[in-house]
């Protein structure tokens, strides 16, 4: 069983940055593959970033926050990151971190095992 936490949600003016950070329980952190998704109120929740557990660095993207956000992990830590940069108001929503077995970079909800209780992030104009 792994728990994950995030944090670093909160009130940001758009062109802000905020930093969220997941971090897990359990001795296996650096085996999993980690991923962001978000949801806005009304709307279903959407893929944001995801990264491989070991090797290779390979992070995916949704197009929408490509050039604005990073996705990193510090596998020491068990924790991975979102740096959110040159907010938007449409970034506005519920971030979620989640954690699938595999390792591997899955855009797909379905494909993690393991998800937090979400951090708000809201971004006004």
């Known amino acids: 069983q792994v728990q994950l936490v995030e944090s670093g949600g909160g009130l940001v003016q758009a062109g802000g940055s905020l930093r969220l950070s997941c971090a897990a329980s359990g001795r296996t952190f650096s085996s999993y593959g980690m991923g962001w998704f978000r949801q806005a109120p009304g709307k279903e929740r959407e893929f944001v970033a995801a990264?491989?557990?070991?090797?290779?660095?390979?992070?995916y993207y949704i197009d929408s926050v490509k050039g604005r956000f990073t996705i990193s992990r510090d596998n020491a830590k068990n924790t991975v990151y979102l740096q959110m940069n040159s907010l938007k108001p449409e970034d506005t929503a519920v971030y979620y971190c989640?954690?699938?077995?595999?390792?591997?970079?899955?855009?797909?909800?379905?494909?993690?095992?393991?998800w937090g209780q979400g951090t708000q992030v809201t971004v006004s104009s």
């Open positions: 990264i491989r557990s070991r090797g290779v660095i390979t992070t």
């Open positions: 989640a954690a699938n077995i595999r390792g591997s970079v899955y855009s797909t909800s379905d494909l993690y095992d393991y």
